[in-house]
């Protein structure tokens, strides 16, 4: 949308902002947000869309923190350098975006989505059952989430996460897959 990169501009006024992601519509319905933050537990690797799938008529216009972007963001320059960029070893696809936002908190910073810029999405996320588009993102999504849990959990809370948590994702993957 037109001055979305001014709007998000204006979020960096916050010297603890580090990253600014804009709210993704869906292309075939420009007024339905499809991708709008989520929120991570860290714990148990579960993550919840926040304002997915509402209108954007429905929000505050304010911007508001979130755990992760993903698609269209914003990130400061020296972060970026001093985080030394995406982490394409581990995650070449697929919790890439996840992880570099896991880092930013890390280092004390606030990652923000900016209702008020809004790009549009080709998306399918119409559905909370996931789509694995390609063979390849159902094979990452499991790898990545693995090794994502490993990277920002203790090693007695990663054990813990492969006994109770990782389970409850195969399962769940495996019935998507037979469900798609």
Request: proline share 4%; glycine share 6%; hydrophobic share 40%.
């Amino acid at each position: 949308e037109k001055n979305a990169i001014n709007k998000m501009l204006a979020c960096f006024e916050d010297k603890s902002v580090g990253i600014v992601g804009m709210m993704a519509c869906y292309h075939d319905k420009p007024t339905k947000i499809a991708d709008g933050g989520s929120h991570r537990s860290y714990f148990s690797g579960f993550t919840k869309g926040i304002n997915t799938n509402k209108y954007v008529s429905e929000i505050d216009t304010d911007p508001y923190e979130v755990c992760e972007v993903a698609n269209a963001f914003m990130i400061k320059l020296g972060l970026l350098l001093h985080l030394e960029g995406f982490d394409t070893y581990r995650f070449p696809t697929e919790l890439d975006e996840a992880d570099l936002c896991a880092r930013t908190h890390k280092l004390g910073y606030k990652v923000l989505m900016c209702p008020m810029a809004v790009c549009y999405h080709h998306s399918i996320t119409y559905s909370h059952i996931p789509d694995f588009r390609r063979p390849k993102n159902a094979y990452y999504m499991g790898r990545n989430r693995l090794l994502f849990q490993k990277k920002h959990l203790s090693a007695e809370w990663y054990e813990f996460y492969l006994i109770v948590f990782m389970p409850i994702f195969v399962i769940s993957y495996t019935l998507c897959l037979l469900y798609r």
